[in-house]
């Protein structure tokens, strides 16, 4: 039996992070789903995104390899709050204290008071297998 979900569908996932997603938290660790762990305990550094595809802080396209991407562009200029090694980013809806969508970035020590760029990223929706 075909296994099959449109491209639509998987959209409206990634549109769900992308319209919700007004923080993107640094972390030192892997928050998982615990947004105190990702707002504070773990967190080194914090942006504000604008929220929306294509509004300016994400997208949404294909994959023609598996599926569709959610890409986060290049953040800049993000102060740093404590020093640390960044590991992690957490996309987050500060207002219903939710993390969305969490991934391993590139590792990078920062020092308190700094600005660090942290490279845009992708989160993928899979076409299923």
Same mark, same amino acid.
């Given at each position: 039996m075909a296994k099959f979900i449109h491209d639509d569908m998987l959209d409206l996932l990634l549109a769900g992070i992308a319209n919700a997603g007004d923080t993107l938290f640094l972390?030192?660790? $892997?928050?998982?789903s615990n947004y105190t762990l990702a707002?504070?305990?773990y967190k080194l550094a914090d942006q504000a995104m604008t929220e929306g595809a294509g509004n300016g802080d994400y997208t949404i396209g294909n994959d023609p390899t598996s599926g569709r991407i959610l890409t986060?562009?290049?953040q800049t200029g993000v102060v740093v709050?404590?020093?640390g090694t960044i590991t992690y980013a957490a996309i987050c $809806?500060?207002?219903a204290l939710k993390?969305?969508?969490v991934t391993t970035i590139i590792?990078?020590?920062v020092t308190a008071a700094a600005t660090v760029s942290v490279a845009g990223f992708k989160i993928t929706a899979n076409d299923p297998t």
């Open positions: 972390c030192s660790a $892997d928050p998982g707002s504070a305990t986060v562009v290049t709050d404590t020093t $809806d500060a207002v993390v969305l969508a590792s990078q020590a």
